[in-house]
């Protein structure tokens, strides 16, 4: 099994500033990671520098600690890392084994060390032709789709792990690749009914059908809906007069 790269997360700590615990004044301290999953159980990831191009210093976490600690920045990787995987694809593909990495460009260059090093990590060999198929398959070219679809794929889980606040918060990072997407808009709306926000739901699922008047599963869902909006208002109590 090849290495799949995710995109950049972010993790969040809150640190403590001042000398004593009690009179220190907290913050958050923010970091960027590139993620690449190297199996079912494994995610290896590595930290972004100021520049944001990857380090050397790689950390395996399992999925679940993934989950719990790190959020999508998909648009971290599309300003740095998405261009140099472009750039380093198509060298990839006319060059082959010819490529010299010393003579790449810095983003390229971070960029394909830390492949050859997930592929290392993965027990495949760590040469030009799989770091081009890992590449590939990551969908730089398509304007993130495929970080797109992992992100998705990571709501679904979440949602159905009932941990809604971070499945919510993954599909509105989705929302940033694609703001129109009428499938990420439903799977937000979905977490949305399942958090009792029937407005923000039905608001979304109107957008969705904006965006593909055709969902049926979305018009569907859109009645529903408005059905128990509906419900809900004449449920109202009655004035008492004294």
């Not at 995987?85 to 082959?96: F, I, K, M, N």
């Amino acid at each position: 099994m090849l290495p799949e790269m995710l995109g950049c997360y972010q993790s969040q700590k809150i640190e403590k500033m001042g000398k004593s615990a009690a009179s220190g004044r907290d913050f958050t301290q923010r970091i960027d990671w590139l993620a690449i999953r190297l199996d079912v159980a494994r995610i290896l990831i590595f930290p972004l520098d100021d520049k944001k191009l990857p380090l050397p210093l790689q950390k395996t976490v399992t999925p679940q600690e993934f989950l719990s600690h790190f959020l999508p920045a998909p648009l971290v990787f599309n300003e740095r890392l998405g261009p140099a995987a472009l750039v380093l694809t198509r060298l990839l593909r006319d060059v082959g084994s010819k490529l010299d990495q010393n003579a790449l460009p810095d983003a390229e260059r971070a960029l394909f060390t830390v492949l050859l090093v997930a592929l290392a990590a993965a027990g495949v060999p760590d040469d030009d032709a799989a770091a081009l198929e890992v590449l590939t398959h990551c969908g730089a070219a398509q304007g993130g789709e495929a970080l797109k679809r992992s992100i998705n794929a990571f709501g679904i889980h979440l949602r159905k792990q009932k941990n809604f606040d971070t499945a919510a918060a993954y599909y509105r990072k989705a929302l940033e690749l694609a703001p129109s997407d009428e499938r990420i808009l439903f799977n937000l709306a979905r977490v949305l009914y399942d958090k009792g926000e029937l407005s923000g739901c039905r608001e979304l699922l109107e957008k969705a059908l904006a965006s593909a008047p055709d969902f049926s599963e979305a018009s569907k869902f859109l009645r529903h809906v408005r059905r128990r909006e509906d419900a809900l208002g004449r449920t109202d109590f009655p004035d008492i007069t004294v």
